[in-house]
């Protein structure tokens, strides 16, 4: 390609800022949590019955080898589709106040506009939470207003989060 015609290089230079736009959009997008909220056996009922907007609730551990991918996607799913959504990361493995600086300096959970680490028995607050699920991740729930509750098991599909956009 030659990029000393002028035409070229501005398409070429156009392409790549959109590629790095689309990079940055969750990031910029998205507000990052402002700390480590305890998530204990009220937060459930608290968190379902607080949601004015859409919500996709992310349930991860700091081992899960697809979580990190997961909020990538589903953050840049938000921003791209301009969505008034929120995505919020709930961490099984960790108790608030045990590293939370390591987890606010995640990529991944920086794209949460709120961030929660179980505070309890890791089984009782899954139940909580759906008593058939056994603690698998990532544990994707999606809460709206007015529609039923969604739950994927596993990183979501493109045909997911569009069935998820579209409340079906």
Not at 73 to 80: C, K, S
Not at 88 to 117: I, K, S
Request: with cysteine; charged share 20%; proline share 7%.
């Amino acid at each position: 390609m030659n990029v000393s015609n002028p035409d070229t290089r501005r398409r070429v230079l156009k392409a790549a800022a959109g590629a790095l736009s689309l990079c940055a959009l969750p990031h910029a997008a998205l507000a990052a949590p402002r700390r480590v909220e305890a998530f204990d056996a009220q937060s459930w009922k608290t968190l379902q019955a607080a949601v004015k907007k859409p919500t996709v609730v992310v349930f991860t551990a700091t081992w899960c080898a697809h979580c990190p991918a997961v909020f990538d996607q589903l953050a840049r799913a938000i921003a791209q589709r301009r969505l008034k959504a929120d995505l919020v990361g709930v961490v099984m493995d960790r108790a608030p106040g045990e590293d939370d600086a390591a987890l606010m300096a995640n990529a991944h959970y920086r794209q949460t506009a709120r961030l929660f680490a179980f505070d309890g028995q890791a089984a009782r607050l899954r139940y909580g939470v759906d008593p058939q699920w056994r603690g698998v991740t990532p544990y994707i729930v999606v809460l709206a207003p007015g529609r039923p509750v969604r739950v994927k098991v596993g990183p979501p599909s493109e045909a997911d989060i569009v069935a998820w956009n579209k409340g079906r």
